[in-house]
């Protein structure tokens, strides 16, 4: 069964601090995702990877940056944190870079990290 | 741009009572389409999808959905709710591009 594991389930922090949020599947996927998820919104992508180095930003990744050195852990940046940033955060990956175009393989999800910025 | 609208916001029912969720998108090609469950506390999890084929999709725990193109729609059912099925439940699409859009998702609650 894949395992997507995310570092923290709460976090909080404080306005202006660098924030890493850290991902890691075990399942050999080349796709992750970073999403996050607030009440009436749904849930929008922030940044995906489908290779090691490789990154694209997603539709909301204005503050955020990540970072994908090895294939299994992908890591979300928040660089000066604010507190319209507080969020919950899902991280998600799923198999082989064509799949994201032809989607024949879902996406598999980590618990989330509430991340609160005060 | 695509989206994906699911206009039930909130839903509440009684156990036993019928269940049907809206799902409608935005784009005229060919599509991939999901159905994602999150119960409290948990992770996001599939919970049916559709690529080809059969428009009839059945998924886990007697939930299924019907694509119906003319519609631009993907409404998932149930024909008897159950506590346990209190959740969020978000519709996802896949139209031709790299990324998966979701709706904004309908929290149901159901009662004994």
């Known amino acids: 069964d894949v395992k997507v594991t995310q570092s923290s389930r709460y976090l909080v922090k404080r306005t202006g601090e660098k924030v890493f949020l850290e991902c890691v599947q075990d399942?050999?996927?080349?796709?992750m995702f970073w999403y996050r998820q607030d009440p009436g919104l749904g849930l929008r992508l922030i940044y995906f990877?489908?290779?090691?180095?490789?990154?694209e930003k997603g539709d909301i990744p204005e503050g955020y940056s990540v970072s994908r050195e090895k294939k299994e852990r992908f890591s979300l940046i928040l660089e000066s944190a604010s507190t319209n940033q507080t969020s919950m955060y899902l991280c998600?990956?799923?198999?082989?870079?064509?799949?994201?175009?032809?989607?024949?393989?879902?996406?598999?999800f980590g618990d989330g990290t509430r991340l609160s910025i005060l | 741009a695509q989206s994906v609208s699911q206009h039930n916001h909130h839903v509440i029912l009684s156990e036993a009572a019928s269940l049907e969720l809206g799902c409608n998108y935005s784009?005229?090609?060919?599509?991939?389409l999901f159905w994602y469950v999150q119960y409290p506390g948990q992770h996001l999890q599939l919970l049916l999808k559709?690529?080809?084929?059969?428009?009839l999709v059945k998924g886990i725990k007697g939930f299924e959905a019907e694509f119906i193109k003319s519609k631009f729609s993907f409404n998932l059912r149930k024909p008897s709710v159950q506590w346990s099925d209190t959740a969020e439940y978000f519709c996802?699409?896949?139209?031709?591009?790299?990324?998966?859009?979701f709706g904004t998702g309908t929290r149901l609650q159901v009662f004994p």
């Open positions: 784009y005229g090609g060919t599509v991939n």
């Open positions: 998600a990956s799923s198999l082989n870079r064509e799949d994201i175009y032809y989607s024949n393989q879902p996406q598999h």
């Open positions: 990877s489908y290779d090691v180095k490789m990154k």
């Open positions: 996802a699409v896949n139209a031709g591009t790299d990324k998966l859009i």
């Open positions: 399942m050999d996927h080349e796709n």
């Open positions: 559709y690529f080809s084929g059969d428009p």
